[in-house]
Nanobody, 121 residues
Framework: QVQLVESGGGLVQSGGSLRLSCVAS????????MGWYRQAPGKQRELLAT???????NIADSVTGRFFISGDYAKNTVSLQMNSLKPEDTATYYC???????????????WGQGTQVTVAS
């Protein structure tokens, strides 16, 4: 299995910044895509950003220009830099990877435990 450990959440004032980090332990797996999601109370989980092994980046329209993703596949790490935070960014943020076992083609999704981000107005 792939295990993901997130860090960097917390309480921040509106307009502030936070940086989330995620480290993957992936014995026997190859990671193809790393990304970040968030889920606010009563809402569906929302895709925020992804980065592939070819460094192709996709950012959700809702956070483009404010959130930036970076990844290091050699170190199995992915980060999310969040700037100009707003109260509506308050949510639990989840690291996510899409991975496959060596020699296999079937893709699997793995999730971190989530880290809380609270933006005070």
């Amino acid at each position: 299995q792939v295990q993901l450990v997130e860090s960097g959440g917390g309480l921040v004032q509106s307009g502030g910044s936070l940086r989330l980090s995620c480290v993957a332990s992936r014995p026997g797996f190859i990671i193809d895509v790393m990304g970040w999601y968030r889920q606010a109370p009563g809402k569906q989980r929302e895709l925020l950003a992804t980065i592939t092994t070819e460094n192709t980046i996709n950012i959700a329209d809702s956070v483009t220009g404010r959130f930036f993703i970076s990844g290091d596949y050699a170190k199995n790490t992915v980060s999310l830099q969040m700037n100009s935070l707003k109260p509506e960014d308050t949510a639990t943020y989840y690291c996510n990877v899409v991975a496959r076992r060596y020699g296999r083609s079937q893709l699997q999704k793995f999730w971190g435990q989530g880290t809380q981000v609270t933006v005070a107005s």
